[in-house]
């Protein structure tokens, strides 16, 4: 089955900053999410984008299916912004990786 | 249009007793799963169904967990009898035919004491 995996595992910034969060995947995959998990534990949508370059106001994520990973980018980050970001792929099961515990401080 | 719902939000039970979560997907969306998130790490899928089929359960422990799905809607899942390791957050999605994407409810989190 499909492996994913997130790096870094942790990253803590200074408000303003601008960060990468980074995905790679096993095999080839048709479907791959980004979500936040907001302090509640909800897992909030933030792409579907299984190629290509998608932007959402201070985030944009691009996926290079062919060579196996995806790219989150906040750009000037807010102390909102914090929380944990993961990718899943769809193999038959939605497969998460372990995610990207971001802090972002004031 | 409504999201993914799960109730309750929250659940405190003492071990041994059994509880049972309940999810209303997303109107149309024809697959449905259930998902178990410990602490610090990812989610880890428990049960798939499509429609009112269970298609993969291979990690649902079977001896104290059962699902159901009736008439491929609504979707119940019990823990019977509950263990301490069962805290967690118990997370339900669904995904529309032809998949474009999966939509999560808020959760419950479950805590046995």
């Known amino acids: 089955g499909i492996q994913v995996e997130q790096s870094p595992p942790d990253l803590i910034l200074q408000e303003g900053a601008n960060s990468t969060l980074r995905c790679n995947f096993s095999d080839s995959v048709n479907n791959l999410q980004w979500f936040h998990q907001n302090p509640w534990g909800q897992l909030i949508n933030l792409f579907y984008i299984p190629s290509g370059t998608k932007q959402n106001g201070r985030l944009s994520a691009t996926t290079v299916a062919t060579e196996r990973y995806s790219l989150l980018y906040i750009s000037s980050s807010q102390t909102t912004d914090s929380g944990v970001y993961f990718c899943a792929a769809r193999d038959d099961k939605i497969i998460f990786g372990k995610g990207t515990r971001l802090h972002i401080l004031p | 249009e409504a999201g993914v719902v799960q109730s309750p939000r929250y659940k405190i039970i003492e071990k041994k007793q059994p509880v049972a979560f309940w999810c209303n997907p997303i109107s149309g969306h024809n697959t449905l799963y259930w998902y178990r998130q410990n602490l610090g790490q990812g989610p880890e899928l428990l049960i798939r169904?499509?429609?009112?089929?269970?298609?993969?359960d291979s990690q649902l422990p079977k001896d104290r967990f059962s699902a159901e799905r009736l008439k491929g809607v609504d979707s119940t899942l019990k823990i019977q009898p509950a263990e301490l390791g069962d805290s967690a957050v118990y997370l339900c999605a669904s995904t529309p035919f032809g998949w474009s994407g999966a939509f999560f409810g808020q959760g419950t989190r479950l805590t046995v004491v």
């Open positions: 169904y499509e429609n009112e089929e269970a298609v993969d």
